[in-house]
């Protein structure tokens, strides 16, 4: 019965707004023009763009800036209560208040901490075999370290040069979260982590002098089951000089630890990839594309989209100490990143120089968290591998799973990375009709709804009508319904001659499988 519903609400939705330049607009989504260069980051992208002749998007909405803001800076829907307070808070300031309390809230932690362990291979199984225990406790350093803003070129250097226990010393796992152990391997997937570049397209040469920067790595094993020690094995042959990237060469003794000497070059701030490649991702991961695209394919012929804008993120963060919060911020409170969805030119053009806000499926993770927020229900999740028998509590957030191998048929359906490469390309965020069908059919979400504390709570504490479907609109869309919405939602229910519970329901499944609500936009 709600799928009869459905067409009307996506059309009162103004999902339309996200088709053509100059189609009409809904007035959720009203926008205002762009004001003068708030930040260098605007005089940098809209001198860009007057250069080009392309027009940036108006500025976002409050209402849109705020679920954007939420969903990319912690991975969580605002609740209706806090848009309701955002909404009427009348400060002008009042963006950039969002964007600090997000970056202190916990659940930042928890969504980062999941990015890093999908670029670090956080996983218990096959082909990353970590094992359960490693694999915990990895995410828990990953996560305290974010949690704490340990500064980034620290927390390279404690992944690079660590020794010790795999379940006492938990950054010594990157060395382990990999498939294999052959220096060339390592030190490609050094040079995928941390300098945004795939070393297979490198000359065969320059890779084989990376190596040996970590030709000297031993492992053994513990009388604990799954422990492993990783070390600086001084047995190992030595080489006496070593060849970095960029040409430069290092005397090497045979008594140093060839890892400390790559650390040293790699954390330095006058290096050509370091701090570039790391403000690169956070870019692309606010902004759906980065400056160089892909944000993993740094080399010589891909050359940034705006060299000048790249360039400041790298100064800037390397004058910050290597704090990752302050370039989040600089982003987030930047015109460029609040503005609309809604090109004004071509959009394909929009996207490659940032001139609108990109569309995007939320994460697999993000859906899920989404779904069970809204409805005040939990999530099942379980891990392949017998033992230690892994429980995860009720409450569990995806977003907050501390291993790829713990998983559930929604998360592999919505295109979850399996975490054996690092590359960003391995999530899939591509809508697909399986998904769609599971949305809109799948007793799964029915349950859901219809066990819904939250939607049973909303009914008992609301009078109804109006204001039971603005409660609706701000739980699900982070927003209240416009006048044609509302007509659209009373015409409905006086034609289908529903129960009210009935009517919620239909209201509800329909929302959560508009395109509004399943991407950021």
């Known amino acids: ?39 260098r980051i605007d005089e940098l992208v ?31 829907l605002p609740t209706a209560q806090e848009a309701q307070k955002f909404l009427a808070d009348t400060d002008p300031a009042k963006r950039a208040a969002v964007v600090d309390q997000l970056l202190d809230r916990e659940e930042f932690a928890d969504y980062w901490a999941n990015k890093w362990s999908d670029l670090l291979r956080v996983k218990a199984e096959f082909p990353i075999n970590l094992w359960p225990n490693a694999a915990q406790a990895y995410h828990h350093w990953i996560r305290a370290s974010i949690r704490a803003n340990k500064p980034y070129d620290q927390f390279a250097r404690e992944l690079l040069t660590t020794s010790g226990s795999n379940f006492r010393a938990a950054p010594v796992n990157f060395y382990r979260a990999m498939q294999g152990r052959d220096p060339q391997v390592i030190a490609r997937t050094v ?4 300098m945004g570049a795939r070393a297979d397209k490198w000359p065969a040469p320059h890779l084989s002098d990376m190596a040996v920067f970590f030709s000297r790595i031993g492992y053994k094993e513990t009388g604990e089951w799954k422990e492993e020690i990783v070390f600086f094995d001084p047995a190992k042959p030595a080489t006496a000089v070593g060849r970095f990237p960029d040409g430069t060469t290092v005397k090497l003794a045979p008594a140093d630890d060839p890892r400390e000497a790559f650390a040293a070059w790699l954390t330095a701030p006058k290096n050509p990839w370091f701090a570039r490649a790391i403000v690169n991702r956070v ?23 705006n060299p000048e804008l790249l360039a400041y993120l790298e100064g800037e963060l390397v004058r910050s100490h290597y704090d990752l919060k302050a370039v989040y911020r600089l982003i987030l409170n930047s015109q460029t990143y609040q503005l609309s969805s809604i090109p004004r030119a071509d959009r394909d053009l929009a996207a490659a120089h940032f001139a609108a806000y990109p569309l995007r499926r939320l994460d697999a993770e993000t859906v899920i968290d ?5 409805t005040g229900t939990t999530e099942t999740y ?17 977003t907050a799973l501390p291993d790829g191998s713990i998983t559930s048929a929604f998360l ?15 999530r899939n965020n591509r809508l697909t009709a399986a998904q769609q069908l599971h949305m809109l059919n799948a007793s799964h979400v029915e349950r859901k709804i219809e066990q819904s504390p ?57 929302l959560m499988n508009s395109a509004e609500f399943l991407y950021r936009h």
């Open 283 to 305: 870019w692309s991961w606010l902004l759906g594309r980065g400056i160089v695209h892909e944000p993993d394919d740094i080399r010589p012929d891909n050359s940034p989209e």
């Open 412 to 426: 592999e359906l919505f295109g979850r990375p399996p975490r054996d490469t690092g590359l960003e390309a391995e």
């Open 1 to 39: 019965m709600f799928t009869r519903l459905l067409p009307a609400i996506a059309w009162a939705a103004g999902l339309a707004a996200a088709g053509p330049p100059g189609a009409p607009l809904n007035p959720a989504f009203e926008s205002r023009p762009v004001a003068a260069p708030q930040t």
């Open 382 to 398: 379980s891990s392949a591998i017998p033992e230690p028998y892994t429980y995860m509590p009720d409450d569990q957030r995806a």
């Open 370 to 374: 989404a779904l069970n927020q809204i």
């Open 46 to 76: 809209f001198s860009h763009l007057s250069d080009l002749h392309i027009a940036p998007a108006n500025l976002s909405s409050d209402a849109v800036f705020l679920r954007r803001a939420f969903l990319d800076t912690i991975g969580v």
């Open 191 to 194: 040079a995928l982590t941390f």
């Open 454 to 510: 939250k939607f049973q709570s909303l009914m008992r504490n609301s009078r109804g009508g109006p204001q039971l479907v603005t409660a609706l609109y701000l739980t699900i869309l982070s927003r209240p319904p416009t006048a044609a919405e509302l007509q659209a939602v009373s015409a409905y229910g006086q034609t289908a001659n529903l129960k009210p519970r009935e009517a919620v329901i239909d209201l509800a499944w329909a």
